[in-house]
């Protein structure tokens, strides 16, 4: 879709199994059930996306998933 757009497109994960992985085809962010439970937890994991640690971000990624 973003190709299709030529990247006019603002793409947001929909499913929180595929934040990082939609992060880093250049989606902007996420509509989460998960930061219903787990807000800080979903915040840090967009939060170290986009502040260049994305091995963290995906780690907390799958532990929250994990537990949640």
Sequence with gaps: ???LTDGKLDLYSGNDDQ???LLSLGGKG???VLSN???QETHDIC????GGKVKESCELQLRALAHY
Excluded: E, G, K, N
């Design 1 to 3: 879709m973003m190709a």
């Design 19 to 21: 934040i990082v992985p």
């Design 30 to 32: 996420v509509i989460s």
């Design 37 to 39: 439970i787990a807000p």
């Design 47 to 50: 939060q170290l996306y986009f």
